[in-house]
């Protein structure tokens, strides 16, 4: 029996309105349904995809206002950080992923006409046909760009299961989208585990997941065993290392931005900031002073500069790390007492490998300084973590960065910034080890959404040369044509006796005219 989604306003404890659940036994019936509409949806053609796509776009930007408010009570987000990250995005995400599918390598292929005589060739992509999308609660919105908006313009039906802790927000944003796209076309399941695990069993055709390691190795797992592809996003323990040259007021407001943008609550977020040991302590009071400049009254329900962590059970995991940090002789700088659920900008000095905070992901506003001995000695750390989502380095040698980048065992590198590729569909988002290894964004994503199909045509009206019988005439041409590929003498002479030969061989082998 379907129950509904409780949840309270994290800045208030408000209870919200429920989401009634979608009975896991049903959710083959929402794919049956996507399935149904899904060929009339790939004949309407890309350029009628993207005319509806780019109408919704508008849609969500003109509704924007209404879409937000929806995500501060559901998550507490800060209105304007949920406007940067969660609103302006959608019509710039259409046209990005127009971009990245019309240069994928599909189209005519170019052959060689002495080698392939009158043939031609091309590639089309094809849609996958149901893709299930298991998203986020962190980017309830935004988080959806990445899978929602490349399938259909590809042609594919979708089913999506929002986070069991954010679906009001993903409905809001799957429900505009769905109004411009023919009946059925995406289908949205609610609830919890059971029901993502339905959804996987459900005869989908491609999976996206976006979560947690535990869980994500289970779904790559089993959408091996079934067969279908999968892209797997699992979370990331992400370091800034900031060299002894590092530009130190913008490697500041760098580092305290993409730590604490969305209370931290980020696959990207830094994590961790291993620092030269000559700057180490000077960059963590730098940062400490930062936070403590940047952190409000916490004012019930009112705006503020930083949103409150989420999900009570995450702030529960914050607060272990930031005591596990101090017990192990950590100095906490600033921070570290949550008031109800936020967590004030927190900054750890003097932190090392043995600290939870350092090892795991917090997904929270803390600044673990670790002070390593150099840049070898960072990069050595960061790959041989847990995770490896994405690292930035902080230089202002450029050159030196770029060397660095190259060692760096992780899926994105960002130089003197952190992170904000991940809004960008040209360029590929992937991660190594624990951080998974689907690859989110660019053409190299692609093969989730759609497969390449070769088709090739031939307008010989005769035998070719190389087909059967297999006799010693066959072989000649075959060592003729290798001698011709080392420009050997005498192949060329050759080779158009040869072919006569075998030609007149074949026709008469298979009573040809």
């Avoid at 869980?215 to 990331?236: D, K, T």
């Avoid at 750890?348 to 917090?362: F, G, I, K």
């Avoid at 590929?428 to 624990?434: A, E, Y």
Wanted: proline letters at 6%.
């Amino acid at each position: 029996m379907a129950s509904a989604l409780e949840a309270q306003d994290p800045r208030t404890g408000e209870a919200l309105p429920l989401v009634p659940t979608t009975d896991a036994s049903s959710v083959s019936q929402l794919v049956e349904k996507a399935r149904a509409a899904q060929k009339a949806f790939q004949r309407e053609g890309f350029a009628e995809r993207r005319r509806r796509l780019e109408r919704a776009a508008r849609r969500l930007l003109e509704r924007r206002a209404e879409g937000m408010a929806i995500v501060e009570a559901e998550i507490g987000k800060v209105h304007a950080d949920a406007l940067f990250t969660e609103a302006l995005g959608p019509l710039d995400a259409v046209r990005g992923w127009v971009r990245v599918i019309e240069g994928a390598p599909a189209g005519t292929v170019s052959l060689n006409p002495l080698a392939f005589p009158r043939k031609s060739a091309r590639i089309e992509l094809l849609p996958r046909g149901v893709v299930g999308v298991l998203s986020p609660w962190n980017f309830p919105i935004s988080g959806l760009y990445r899978s929602v908006i490349p399938a259909l313009l590809t042609g594919n039906a979708l089913v999506v299961k929002p986070s069991e802790y954010s679906p009001r927000s993903s409905r809001w944003f799957l429900e505009t989208l769905a109004a411009e796209l023919p009946e059925n076309v995406l289908k949205i399941a609610y609830g919890g585990p059971e029901v993502g695990a339905a959804l996987l069993e459900s005869g989908i055709d491609a999976c996206v997941f976006t979560g947690s390691s535990a869980v994500g190795a289970r779904v790559e797992a089993r959408a091996f065993e079934l067969g279908i592809p999968c892209s797997a996003e699992m979370g990331g323990n992400d370091a800034a290392i900031v060299l002894e040259d590092a530009d130190m007021e913008r490697t500041v407001a760098g580092i305290v931005h993409w730590a604490l943008q969305n209370a931290g609550q980020a696959c990207g977020a830094i994590e961790v900031v291993y620092a030269d040991s000559r700057v180490a302590a000077d960059l963590a009071a730098r940062l400490a002073d930062a936070c403590e400049r940047l952190r409000p009254p916490v004012i019930v329900g009112g705006p503020g500069s930083l949103a409150p962590i989420a999900l009570k059970k995450q702030l529960t995991l914050v607060e272990e790390h930031i005591r596990d940090a101090v017990e192990r002789g950590a100095r906490l700088l600033t921070g570290g007492t949550a008031e109800g659920q936020y967590m004030p900008p927190t900054v750890l000095a003097d932190c090392t490998e043995e600290m939870r905070v350092v090892r795991e992901e917090t997904f929270g506003p803390v600044i673990p300084v670790v002070a390593v001995d150099g840049p070898a000695d960072a990069i050595r750390r960061v790959n041989r973590g847990l995770y490896g989502l994405t690292a930035s380095l902080w230089t202002r040698d450029i050159r030196r960065a770029e060397n660095l980048a190259d060692e760096l065992d992780v899926g994105v590198v960002t130089i003197n910034n952190h992170a904000f590729t991940g809004a960008i569909p040209d360029l590929p988002w992937s991660g190594r080890r624990s951080s998974g290894r689907g690859i989110a964004n660019s053409a190299w994503s692609l093969l989730t959404f759609a497969r390449p199909k070769a088709i090739a045509i031939d307008r010989n009206r005769g035998p070719e040369p190389f087909w059967v019988p297999f006799d010693d005439n066959l072989t000649e041409l075959g060592e003729t044509l290798s001698d011709l590929q080392l420009n050997r003498p005498g192949g060329a002479l050759k080779l158009p006796v040869l072919l006569r030969r075998r030609m007149k061989t074949i026709k008469g082998f298979f009573g040809i005219k």
